[in-house]
């Protein structure tokens, strides 16, 4: 089993949906939960970071972490065509010198 | 957010020959950078570990002798794909974490093309 497990889609949602995209992880010491969203050919881009279990909200997107499940989502709300990028859930288990850990990635297509 | 640079932003060089990329945190200064590798349709994929001042730790299969790192000062440190192929050919991406906390900031990237 990996570390983080997640779905790679594709994921095509049109204008104006609500998108929900989510990892799975195995290692309980993680406590440091990021997403990020890649463009093609650009290096990723932070989108949220969370600390241990609870939501965070950022405009229109929202990152919820579930440790107890081990499972964290990254909603967006009134998706635009703008958004269309693979997105990519990242987890370590502290702020110093342990790399990231990723997922595959979702590449996401929001149509017009 | 705290800000990481590379440089260059793209190369294309011949077999053989040897390249250096440049990673910079602008704005804080980064104890530590990763150095990951990414093909196309991919995730990422990390390649060595490396903290101010000492030597890397460099993941499983990857060659420390081909890809020689240097993390000589807080904001900078430096890859250098040595005897460069064309299956060293990807994209290569660093990432910082700061003395303050600053976790998770990625620089833009180099392309690399090795003819």
């Known amino acids: 089993q990996k570390e983080v497990e997640q779905d790679p889609g594709p994921l095509s949602v049109p204008e104006g949906a609500i998108v929900s995209l989510n990892c799975t992880y195995s290692n309980s010491a993680f406590q440091y939960f990021m997403w990020y969203r890649q463009y093609s050919r650009k290096g990723p881009e932070l989108l949220m970071y969370?600390?241990?279990?609870g939501n965070k909200e950022d405009g229109r997107f929202t990152a919820q972490v579930d440790k107890s499940s081990k499972y964290i989502s990254l909603f967006i709300r009134d998706s635009q065509p703008s958004d269309s990028a693979t997105y990519l859930c990242a987890m370590t288990r502290n702020s110093g010198n342990t790399p990231l850990v990723f997922g595959k990635g979702t590449r996401l297509s929001v149509i017009a | 957010g705290a800000v990481v640079s590379q440089h260059p932003s793209w190369v294309i060089c011949k077999s053989g020959t040897s390249v250096k990329i440049e990673c910079r945190s602008l704005?804080?200064?980064?104890?530590?950078m990763f150095w990951y590798r990414q093909f196309p349709k991919q995730s990422l994929m990390l390649m060595a570990t490396s903290n101010e001042g000492s030597k890397a730790t460099y993941e499983q299969g990857v060659e420390k002798d081909k890809f020689l790192i240097n993390h000589a000062s807080l904001t900078l440190s430096t890859l250098t794909v040595t005897s460069a192929h064309p299956e060293d050919s990807s994209f290569y991406i660093c990432?910082?974490?700061?003395?303050?906390?600053?976790?998770?900031?990625f620089g833009p990237g180099t392309r690399l093309l090795v003819l």
């Open positions: 969370t600390y241990s279990s």
């Open positions: 704005d804080f200064q980064a104890t530590t």
């Open positions: 990432s910082a974490t700061g003395l303050a906390g600053e976790l998770g900031y």
